[in-house]
């Protein structure tokens, strides 16, 4: 053994260059008398790592309740303590984390869209307006209302499902179960709009031209409204601390 000596204060760390690599120690505090000598053994990171697991048991408390138990086996009662604390403090962190990336990347998605959507929006108006200032105001009746609200809902989830697929895109192949069901379902999306579209097709000739640029105005106003509450509040969950997972019970000290 070679032995060294350093200097350190207790609360900030100490790193020194060896020959072998960097040393690096952070002595947060210590609760001893004075003289006390302490032998530090450093441990290969794997079998750390392995050991840590066959020492901790993760339980669900009755089926799919949701909550789960938590234990640690060591003959220590402090580092039981302290392991099972900092599991706790690591879960949510890490917890709040993933939500803000979840968020962070659904808004981009999100805010990719809004200025067309906008644009798209300011053309419909003036298409609209100046159908209105040729033939007069529109009439419409409760079965194009309806119709109306149907193409509305339809390009409404087909949004939502294109913002879904944007997300999981960059965690799953598109051969994963999950893609290829969201796949499936923007299919069946696109041929319910068709399917809406179509009627809208059997509206007399009279009436389709008046009939199209009012609800593209709505549909395109309603979408736009809706990703713009989404990016608002998904602005919030990124900025935020708080998740929606809870430590029930923190460890005490057995």
């Not at 050991?51 to 909550?67: K, P």
């Not at 007399?204 to 593209?216: I, L, S, T």
């Not at 105005?217 to 979408?223: A, E, H, K, N, S």
Request: net charge neutral; no cysteine; glycine share 6%.
């Amino acid at each position: 053994w070679n032995k060294r000596e350093f200097e350190g204060q207790i609360g900030i760390p100490l790193k020194k260059k060896l020959p072998t690599g960097e040393f690096s120690i952070l002595v947060s505090d210590i609760n001893a008398l004075p003289g006390t000598h302490f032998t530090l053994i450093q441990s290969n990171f794997e079998a750390m790592v392995d050991q840590l697991q066959r020492s901790l048991s993760i339980d669900e408390l009755g089926r799919n309740s949701g909550l789960l138990t938590v234990a640690f086996q060591s003959t220590s009662r402090d580092l039981s303590h302290r392991t099972l604390k900092g599991i706790g403090q690591a879960y949510l962190e890490q917890h709040i984390e993933r939500k803000a990336e979840e968020a962070a990347k659904t808004l981009g998605f999100i805010e990719t869209q809004l200025p067309k959507l906008r644009e798209d929006l300011s053309v419909f108006e003036k298409q609209l307006t100046e159908h209105k200032k040729k033939h007069g105001w529109l009439v419409i009746t409760d079965g194009q209302r309806n119709l109306i609200n149907a193409s509305s809902a339809a390009r409404t989830r087909l949004l939502q499902l294109q913002q879904q697929y944007a997300e999981l895109e960059t965690r799953y192949s598109r051969d994963h179960p999950n893609v290829q069901a969201l796949i499936s379902a923007i299919a069946l999306q696109n041929e319910e709009i068709t399917r809406v579209d179509s009627m809208i097709d059997n509206l007399p000739q009279a009436d389709q031209e008046g009939f199209v640029f009012y609800r593209n105005v709505q549909v395109m106003g309603d979408l736009y409204s809706n990703l713009l509450t989404v990016s608002q509040q998904l602005k919030l969950i990124r900025s935020s601390q708080v998740g929606n997972v809870r430590v029930v019970d923190w460890p005490q000290m057995p």
